[in-house]
């Protein structure tokens, strides 16, 4: 039950936990050597990618770069539903990253400070493109449910205030006759599906990606250490549709007093979210010996300025009569802090033969806020601090074999759950395995690479909630297939 309330619910209004945490995660591979090699890049440098992970990297450069990646990202999500399994794909092309790095060594070789790099660019962290698909019967309840259980449970409402207090649902519904006023309790309401046996099926599709521009400086001292700063500014594009249908495919779904013969409903929800924002990026790599660097960087919270527009809309078959209605267009203006981020690293370089690379990162996903000057977000504030945990802990690794001309790659990674370790949820959890490789080239100043990633998530989807009730639910197992490539032209 605590799974189906807190874990994925399908009612979900906008500006809560759930878009708190999509926006608050951030996988890096924005070029493909770091997609490549896993992201492991906290104590190497050298690589555009290095700016939203640790800035620090830009003191290894020891000359000037352009940089542009794109790539294609194939994303697999396999659904499992009341014992019927389906697949949808969605396919997208991608900008990973465009960037230029400014270079400058210092003429005075008895200089403590040897090397100063500026750079500018954008990074591509997310991406924000789903599309699923699932059907099966439910033989308990029906979505009806809880369009009046939600007006009950808040202590009944006439029909003139529902569309005042719910505009984006049970209004819909008693507007299309999917709800009817109780006939013993004033101002409550009914299902007209009596006991479920229904087919209940869910189309979701999403499109989007957070990026950010940066500026970001760096600079070498004495050879032993380079120190790091960028100045981002992310950003948020994010689309999504999700059509909700009910049907009754045996014709036996009538209420008790034989009034309503219901046939079919759709329930269609549109999200538009934009955002910009700021955080900053302290970063520095400490070189050991020739053979071992250490790096370490902290990221502050990005400060978000939200803007979301939505819209909903219900459509029924009941008595074999169609009926539609739209809610109003919603538009709300918020702000989201993410979590604070620590990234620890260490790079072992066997001379001109290869590289090893680990990086650990850590975050506090309870630290997540929403906030607005209107409303407190006490509630959603509060659920991101029971459901989510504290120990937020990734692990990225990579390797790098150098055969001249040629550069062989490989990579694994672990992003943890984010999810708080007392709620029982197996292994659906939305911990994320990756795999990957790719192969470099390098000839004069000229440098092209060419990177792929596999990796797969599972999850758990919950169309509404219930009192006292059970709610099935749908498993999702994620797969992506990621390809980057990256042209860089040094000078």
Request: glycine fraction near 8%; charge should be neutral.
């Amino acid at each position: 039950m605590l799974i189906a309330c807190l874990f994925f619910p399908a009612i979900s209004k906008a500006q809560n936990e759930i878009d708190a945490l999509r926006y608050s995660q951030s996988y890096y591979g924005s070029t493909a050597r770091s997609l490549a090699m896993g992201g492991a890049f906290g104590a190497l440098g050298g690589d555009f990618s290095s700016l939203s992970m640790n800035p620090a990297g830009l003191g290894v450069y020891r000359s000037s770069e352009l940089s542009i990646s794109a790539g294609s990202i194939s994303r697999v999500t396999k659904s499992k539903f009341q014992g019927n399994s389906t697949s949808e794909n969605k396919f997208n092309i991608t900008l990973g990253n465009l960037g230029l790095v400014l270079a400058k060594t210092n003429s005075n070789r008895d200089a403590n400070w040897k090397q100063f790099s500026l750079a500018f660019g954008h990074n591509r962290i997310n991406d924000l493109g789903v599309e699923s698909y699932y059907e099966g019967m439910n033989f308990n309840n029906s979505i009806t449910d809880f369009f009046s259980q939600a007006v009950n449970l808040d202590g009944g409402a006439t029909p003139s205030e529902l569309a005042t207090y719910y505009p984006f649902d049970a209004n819909l519904a008693y507007q299309t006759f999917l709800i009817d006023p109780s006939a013993t309790v004033s101002g409550y309401y009914e299902s007209i599906i009596p006991s479920g046996n229904v087919q209940q099926s869910r189309t979701f599709s999403s499109k989007g990606s957070q990026g950010e521009f940066s500026i970001a400086m760096g600079a070498n001292y004495q050879n032993k250490f380079t120190l790091g700063l960028s100045f981002a500014f992310p950003n948020i594009k994010y689309e999504e549709e999700s059509i909700y249908e009910e049907r009754d495919v045996d014709n036996t779904v009538i209420n008790a007093d034989s009034s309503a013969d219901f046939k079919s409903l759709r329930y269609t929800q549109l999200l538009t979210t934009s955002a910009n924002g700021f955080n900053l990026k302290f970063g520095m790599i400490y070189r050991v010996t020739d053979g071992i660097r250490i790096g370490a960087s902290i990221h502050s919270p990005t400060w978000y300025n939200m803007s979301d527009k939505y819209r909903s809309s219900i459509q029924s078959i009941v008595n074999n009569i169609s009926y539609s209605e739209t809610s109003p267009d919603g538009a709300y203006s918020y702000k989201l802090n993410t979590p604070f981020k620590f990234i620890g690293s260490i790079a072992f370089i066997f001379g001109k033969k290869g590289i090893l690379s680990i990086d650990y990162e850590y975050n506090d996903y309870t630290t997540m806020k929403l906030k607005a000057n209107d409303y407190s977000f006490s509630n959603e504030n509060q659920t991101i601090n029971n459901i989510y945990t504290k120990n937020g802990h990734s692990l990225r690794a990579g390797a790098e074999f150098n055969l001249k001309p040629f550069l062989f790659r490989l990579g694994v990674a672990y992003y943890g759950s984010p999810f708080n370790t007392t709620l029982d949820m197996d292994d659906f959890d939305q911990q994320v395995q990756s795999f990957s490789g790719g192969i470099g080239y390098r000839i004069n100043s000229i440098r092209f690479d060419i990177g792929y990633s596999y990796s797969q998530r599972n999850d758990i989807y919950t169309a509404y909630t219930l009192i006292n009730q059970t709610v099935p639910s749908v498993i999702n197992k994620r797969i992506d297939h990621r390809v980057m490539m990256t042209l860089g032209l040094r000078f």
